[in-house]
């Protein structure tokens, strides 16, 4: 089952511009990771905050977490066109599985 | 590195016939594998989970028959697609885990996309 809802689905920006993307889930995690997807291919792993993390840098990338609110963004700054992707945040409820969220398609417009 | 091979990345075959993925870890021993799918712009639906010199666990909807998995080895799961149909034709993605932590970071392949006539 799809846990994560991505918000927005879609994102167009200025190259340089800074992306927030956000994800919501609905239950207990024990850690929330990002990955990215270019088109046509696998996804590569970005980023995991655990639940006892409020927020986690890697390079221009950004990932804050709330588990109040059940909600991470990811932020990625000084965008570039390479940046160009689709992003989801998956989740891990234990039992090794992830359940990953409808994503986010970023286009960086040069 | 984690590097995850799958082949093909592009299959086209008649309906009836069955065809095989191939998911490999180069350069490390997975403890678990995964079978994704997914549709042209929407997310990835887990198909199942493999670990090796086990059964496959398959999600809820998803036929264990129709979409055979095995795990041979620590580094690679196959997935026959046996009878496909054109409803079939989807994108197919692989994952491993590593033996080491952190345990719950997958590690993708590129992708097979299933072209059934």
């Known amino acids: 089952s799809q846990q994560g809802e991505e918000d927005p689905q879609a994102l167009s920006i200025q190259e340089g511009e800074n992306a927030t993307m956000n994800c919501s889930y609905k239950?207990?995690?024990?850690?929330l990771q990002w990955y990215r997807q270019n088109s046509g291919r696998g996804l590569v792993h970005l980023i995991l905050?655990?639940?006892?993390?409020r927020e986690k840098h890697s390079g221009r990338l950004r990932v804050t977490l709330d588990t109040s609110k059940k909600s991470s963004s990811l932020l990625i700054t000084a965008s570039r066109a390479a940046d160009t992707a689709s992003y989801f945040c998956?989740?891990?409820?234990?039992?090794?599985?992830?359940?990953f969220g409808q994503g986010t398609r970023l286009t960086i417009n040069p | 590195g984690a590097v995850v091979s799958q082949h093909p990345s592009w299959v086209i075959c008649k309906s009836g016939t069955s065809v095989k993925i191939e998911c490999r870890s180069l350069?490390?021993?997975?403890?678990?594998m995964f079978w994704y799918r997914q549709f042209p712009k929407q997310s990835l639906m887990l198909m199942a989970t493999?670990?090796?010199?086990?059964?496959?666990?398959?999600e809820q909807g998803v036929e264990k028959d129709k979409f055979l998995i095995n795990h041979a080895s620590l580094t690679l799961s196959t997935l026959t697609v046996t009878s496909a149909h054109p409803e079939d034709s989807s994108f197919y993605i692989c994952?491993?885990?590593?033996?080491?932590?952190?345990?719950?970071?997958?590690?993708f392949g590129a992708g097979t996309r299933l072209s059934v006539l």
């Open positions: 350069d490390f021993q997975a403890t678990t």
């Open positions: 493999s670990n090796e010199g086990s059964k496959a666990t398959y």
């Open positions: 994952s491993a885990t590593k033996v080491d932590r952190p345990k719950n970071i997958q590690y």
């Open positions: 905050i655990r639940s006892n993390e």
């Open positions: 239950t207990s995690i024990n850690n």
């Open positions: 998956a989740t891990d409820e234990g039992a090794q599985k992830l359940v």
